[in-house]
């Protein structure tokens, strides 16, 4: 690591009370969370719309999951790296992580649930769809506030509908003394998506790397998330958002269980036009999400380092993917 860990990350209020379009109190959190996602690529959200009853069942119910045979959880397969499962990592011994992927509608969440309990499990099922439903509306909330704060908001329906959601439920064992790597959960990466939306149980492990090299350790308070930008949305704001890296650093004896919304465009990202001017410049051509995440996941890049640094600058992203995809097919 570059240091050791320093202060936390800023912490926005958005709970429903606070918060109404128009409002000096609306237009002040607008720009806390630009200011936010600008300087640190993250914060800390106070949300209290995910009840402590609802909290308390998908926490449960994780501990369920992962007590699941390895050979049930493996069935969680994906074409897709990290939209399936993925455990007995060398470089991250600790991790252990499933996908449901469309995880907002109840057909995906039920087919996983199936895949996982052939007999059924209600419980499982109904808290893990109602849970991503909840958090959907901060993730949409976030970004409306995004988008209006950049004089964008005319884009922001086309954004919404062209959205789908991958939800990851994952378990971090307790760290391993005496062992290589018995401390990491995850190692160092950066989101490709828009945003990320993550919670956890207890224990906190996730570090963030700020834009001067520093290791930030996140405290997650009492009904809190953390709200991360992807590289998608570094490029969508023509480099104006920061996509940090970040990763999971175990300690203690005890497992740690959280949970990742993660939001994908569907169709073609692209900077609008009211994010440049002769100040910024066009930094990047328009390309597809699932293209980035599949370019990402292929190895030509190096996979602690931002995909947007090595090859998103001025559209070499879309050649890139193009040949890619091109020795694919």
Not at 181 to 200: C, E, P, R, W, Y
Not at 216 to 227: A, G, K, L, N, R
Not at 243 to 269: T, W
């Amino acid at each position: 690591m570059a240091s050791q860990p320093i202060s936390n990350l800023p912490i926005i209020d958005l709970t429903k009370d606070n918060l109404k379009p128009g409002t000096i109190s609306w237009l002040e959190s607008c720009a806390s969370v630009r200011h936010a996602l600008e300087e640190y690529g993250c914060f800390v959200a106070i949300y209290d719309q995910v009840s402590s009853q609802l909290n308390k069942q998908v926490f449960d119910s994780l501990v369920d999951l992962f007590d699941l045979p390895i050979e049930t959880k493996t069935r969680n397969t994906s074409n897709i790296m990290f939209n399936g499962y993925v455990g007995q990592l060398p470089h991250a011994p600790l991790h252990e992580s499933m996908g449901i992927p469309h995880a907002t509608t109840l057909e995906s969440v039920q087919s996983f649930t199936n895949l996982m309990w052939p007999s059924g499990n209600d419980q499982f099922c109904n808290a893990m769809l109602s849970y991503a439903k909840q958090v959907l509306e901060l993730e949409k909330l976030v970004d409306k506030m995004v988008f209006e704060s950049y004089g964008a908001e005319k884009h922001f329906e086309k954004h919404v509908e062209s959205t789908t959601y991958l939800l990851r439920p994952i378990k971090y064992r307790a760290a391993k003394e005496g062992l290589e790597n018995g401390k990491i959960g995850s190692n160092v990466h950066t989101d490709k998506g828009f945003l990320a939306i993550l919670h956890q149980s207890q224990f906190n492990a996730l570090q963030v790397q700020s834009r001067e090299g520093k290791w930030i350790t996140v405290d997650f308070p009492p009904e809190s998330f953390v709200v991360m930008a992807g590289e998608a949305y570094e490029a969508w704001s023509n480099g104006r958002i920061y996509s940090p890296k970040h990763q999971g650093i175990m300690k203690g004896d005890k497992p740690r269980y959280c949970v990742a919304l993660f939001p994908f465009n569907e169709g073609i990202v692209e900077t609008p036009e009211e994010l440049v001017d002769q100040e910024h410049p066009l930094q990047f051509k328009p390309f597809e999400n699932i293209g980035l995440v599949r370019y990402y996941l292929s190895g030509t890049t190096d996979m602690t380092e931002s995909t947007t640094n090595q090859c998103l600058i001025t559209g070499t992203l879309v050649e890139e993917i193009e040949q890619y995809l091109s020795i694919l097919n």
